[in-house]
């Protein structure tokens, strides 16, 4: 099945070079794919992956290891930020 994965803010330096022009890369997963196991590949430190979205619906945590993805979907995580 094809997703795609987007990284955004500090997290895109984890993309390769020629995807971190526009954050985005698509991915060909095996069925049944979850989350946990699209993220970790990419080495991405546990403390930097805090906002999961796919589809833009939050993934908490707790289900990280459990939500399958689907054909089409589109994956994106952010690290904290801190502003003001």
């Known amino acids: 099945m094809k997703i795609t994965f987007k990284l955004y803010a500090s997290l895109t330096h984890y993309l390769p070079a020629e995807r971190r022009y526009d954050n985005r890369m698509p991915l ?3 069925e049944g794919s979850a989350v946990a196991q699209v993220i970790e590949p990419f080495g991405l ?15 908490p945590p ?23």
């Open 62 to 84: 707790e289900q990280r290891l459990s939500h399958v993805l689907h054909e089409g979907d589109v994956l994106a995580i952010w690290p904290p930020i801190a502003g003001g």
């Open 28 to 30: 060909e997963l095996p």
């Open 45 to 59: 430190p546990a403390k930097q992956v805090h906002l999961v979205l796919v589809n833009g619906s939050y993934v």
